[in-house]
């Protein structure tokens, strides 16, 4: 690994041995070093930097001297007599308000994508299973008809190559990569990032410069605004300042806070001493002891200042590698005074591999106390690169490479002044304004006759005038001479052109402050409402988002800085036990019947995306399309609920357009199906109807073979009845006879008897 590690003179060398640095003299030393670069005379950046911040926060609450403005309305400096209101127009604070608020209502997304080996191929065996379900969709479908088992892919799977991309980029995610999602957003929650978004956002518009602290405790993983006005650095060539070599921050404790902290490692006496290093400092007494009144201070409350901070180094390893019986090696840890036996039965050599390193402490400045101090603990180390780490700071400061970048804030400040200094002129001006008069020639009205004796007075002759608007004067002058003269004419009054001009000035000093902030019209509300924005007011909306664009870039950075740090955090939470268990099983809810969590999570490299959630705008533009094809019949109400869940506003508008698409198929689908289905009934209608003639035709021809039967058989039945009938006749005939013959027969037998 190389060493891009570079210092000054003055520091101790960051190649010494870790027993070396680890020493607390080590530790002053270099802390001493870094406060005395960034302190070290009246010049110093502490003092620069602290008043440029502190004068710019105060211009953008409105809260900015007026001694300033005083000088320049009067050179003399003496203001007793004039008669103005100083009071300092907020003109700032309202495009601050607008922008911070703005920036603030914008939502984002976290999102966590593993990019380790492992995780890479379980992602695209994943998605060439999909694909492979797409393809063999029409040979599953026929096995699932013909089985009767269900066959191919899940419902609602992808079931085009557009689909599957979309899908992969939307609902794909691996169950480690949710759990950290959610980790971060527990740890994000746990430390009230909302309030800290919300100052790292005013302090970008402010100062042009955020920070924070992201570390890992007793309690969890912590995530701590720090107040740039204190941050302490070493150079910087980045806006994300990757390349620094240290970094702290001036932190006012109270020695009550600061034992709190420290504890035993300190004695009573030292903390005392401590005290005594503070005495008239910080609002501290005079004296630990007021002799005057016999009363002794109590050392708790004094305050005291401490340097909060890390800086980076290299160690050095030390290992042996040594041969075996067998063949191979092993590899043994040593101390920094090892050497390998130059005689040894088995081939002996030393290896020395190089790792970054955090050492941290903190140090009461303008003393030799230092606690806290050490290897850091909990080093945030990348998966992919174990030897390399990242310190506890994210900073993010725009245009960091450009010298004496400014703020937002700083842009309007001159403007801002002009403002102010012409608003006190307008009063001096409005304050010396008169009212409409009138001259008055006195001699052309005096002496003029009323006609009935006597004369009218000057007075008189006004007051004529201005009730009747009549003028009564005399058209010779003393002389006899005709006098040309208007004995009354009337004297403008107000602040006429002077006030217009300072209007003017008024406003182009507004316009400027509207283009250095990127806030116009539309965005501040000055502009005429309009609900649904369209047409300029849209464009200029737009306009205003791209002037502030660099705001949100640094802001997302800082976001991403913190979650990427909360997420290696989160890798180390899970290895230990006791302390963090609570924290665990938060996060364990809903992913331990998925994730095993200390085993899974740990050990895969993650890539962290801050996505910021679509603006009212784009939401805006996505709803007036999804509306335009629901009226068309291009979308089904369920797609277009689907659609507006969707964050991305890039992945929403593919959604639409990948779902219209579809569901045009379908409706074509459906059509021609109807189609065919109309075709086929037509062709069986005209079938049954050949089949309803030909059955009526067969029932016709079998009606007549059955009246025929019926006829043949009612014949039939007639010529048995009458053979029938013949038979009764004839039988009734031979009756007859038989008893005639059997009377004649009987007659015949009584005769013989008689005889």
Known sequence: MENNLSYATGYPNPMASKEEKEKLEFGIQYFKKMYSDWNSDNNSLLNIKSQRYDRTRKYSRGLQSVNKYKNLINSSGDTSYLNLDWTVIPIISKFVDVLVGSLTNQDYKILCNAIDSVSTEKRREDKMNM??????????????????????????????????ELHMQLNYKQSTEIALEQGIELAFSINDWEEISRRLIRDLVDINIGATKTYLDANGIGIRYVDPKYLVTSHSKHPNFQDLLHVGEIRQITIQELKRIAGTQFTEEEYRDMAESYVSKNGNPTSLTASNIGYTFEVEKFTVDILDAEFKSVDIMHYEKKENKYGGSTINKKNSRYKAPKKSKYKREQVKPQIETWYSGKWVIGTDYIFDYGLKENMLRPKNNLARTLGSYTVYSPDHSILDTKSIVERMIPFADQIQLIHLKMQQLIAKTRPKGMAIEIGSIEGVSKGEGGTFTPLEVQDIYEQTGNLYYRLQDDSGDPSHARPIQELSGGAGQYLQ?????????????????????????????????????????LASNNATRGINHAYIHLMEGVANRTALALQDLVKYKGPYS????????????????????????????????????????????????LAQKELRIEDAIMIRNIKNIKLANQMLILRRKKYMQEQMAQAQQ???????????????????????????????????????????QFAQSEHQRQ????????????????????DSDLVRIKN
């Open 501 to 541: 001009e300072l209007m003017a000035s008024y406003n182009y000093n507004l316009e400027r402050i509207r283009d250095v902030s990127g806030i116009n019209e539309v965005r501040d509300g000055s502009a005429p409402s309009n609900d649904a924005l369209v047409g300029v007011q849209k464009l200029a909306l």
């Open 582 to 629: 609570g924290y665990i099983s938060a996060l364990g809810e809903t992913n331990m019947k998925t994730v095993n969590i200390t085993k899974e999570i740990s050990p895969i490299e993650v890539g962290i995306k801050i996505e910021a959630l679509p603006d009212e705008i784009e939401m805006e533009l996505l709803e007036q399309n999804i509306q335009q094809s």
């Open 131 to 164: 694909a492979t379900d797409i393809m063999i969709k029409g040979f599953a479908a026929q096995l699932t008809e013909a089985s009767g088992i269900p066959m191919g892919a899940q419902e609602g799977a992808p079931e085009t190559n557009e689909e599957l």
């Open 674 to 716: 109807q189609s065919q289905m109309n075709a086929e009934s037509q062709q069986q209608a005209a079938v049954v109807a050949a089949q309803v003639a030909t059955q009526a035709e067969q029932v016709k021809v079998d009606g007549e073979i059955q009246v025929k039967q019926l006829e043949f058989q009612l014949k039939e």
């Open 727 to 746: 038979l009764a006749i004839i039988e009734k005939q031979g009756d007859i006879k038989m008893e005639h013959i059997q009377e004649a027969e009987d």
